[in-house]
């Protein structure tokens, strides 16, 4: 479970988060949206623990965040986060790339991050391409190797920082059936994005945030049908 208490985030005099109060099950799938600028990216890297937090409290699975003796890395292994994109190294095939994390951060042997590689990158669909280089993917099929990433080092959590907004528009629907598949799986997700029909099915609930407050939070039937707070309603008739 993450819990998240009363976070307070500034960027210098720019106050970005102004107290977020947040708890997310393991299993859930939470999706959120908000205009730019709404410390949306900002939250997430707090969740771990890439940024300080000025006040509050981040727990994830009891431990929390910003204690002075939590283990960042051990943290961050629980903790898959993929971006908008992420620069995977050139001179290493796929495979290799996704092997790495598991051979480096938790010193798994070479046959076996090779095999658990494999099955990550075959559970994206990415099962015929282990050996070629990123460079000779599409922009889905390297959203897909980042996911794949991720998922090597078994994460609880996955964090999703608008994984399809740097992507084609034809490129967009192979990546979130992926992030579909996950959910149905059952892994615990939190989901920035702007794709408000993906937002819809497959939240179980979706939070709007607005100038670094969490304006409403609901399942997508109220968020988007009935929201409560007219910010939510003016940004969700518009992007709908
Ligand atoms: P969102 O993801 O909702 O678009 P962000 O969390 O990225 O918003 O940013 C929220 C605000 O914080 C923005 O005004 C942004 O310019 C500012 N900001 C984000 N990161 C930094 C940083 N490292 N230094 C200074 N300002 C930042
Ligand atoms: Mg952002």
């Known amino acids: 479970m993450i819990e998240i208490e009363n976070v307070r985030k500034s960027f210098g005099p720019l106050q970005v988060l102004k107290g977020i109060d947040l708890t997310v099950q393991k299993g859930e799938v939470l999706t959120i949206i908000g205009g730019s600028g709404s410390g949306k990216s900002t939250l997430l890297t707090c969740i771990n623990g890439l940024e300080p ?3 509050g409290r981040i727990k994830v699975d009891g431990t929390e965040v910003h204690a002075k003796g939590t ?3 051990k943290l961050r292994q629980k903790l898959g986060i993929v971006f908008q994109q992420w620069n995977a190294f050139p001179h290493l095939t796929v495979r290799e790339n996704v092997m790495l994390a598991p051979r480096k951060v938790l010193g798994i042997g070479k046959d076996e991050a090779a095999a658990i590689a494999e099955k990550q990158l075959s559970h994206v669909g ?3 391409k282990l050996d070629v280089y990123p460079s000779r993917l599409s922009g889905g099929q390297q959203q897909r190797m980042a996911i794949a990433r991720a998922l090597a080092m078994s994460p609880g959590y996955m964090l999703f920082d608008e994984v399809t907004s740097a992507l084609d528009p034809q490129l967009v629907g192979e990546v979130l059936d ?4 996950l959910a149905s799986e059952g892994m615990t997700m939190i989901c920035v994005t702007h794709e408000m029909k993906f937002a819809r099915e497959v939240s179980d609930r979706v939070a709007f945030f607005s100038k670094g407050v969490m304006a409403e939070i609901g399942v997508p039937g109220q968020i ?8 939510t309603a003016a940004f969700v008739q518009m992007t709908q």
Request: glycine share 4%; no cysteine.
């Open 53 to 55: 937090i000025d006040s």
């Open 71 to 73: 283990d960042l890395n």
């Open 126 to 128: 990415l099962g015929d």
């Open 178 to 181: 992926t992030l579909r598949m």
């Open 224 to 231: 988007f049908d009935a929201p409560q707070n007219p910010e």
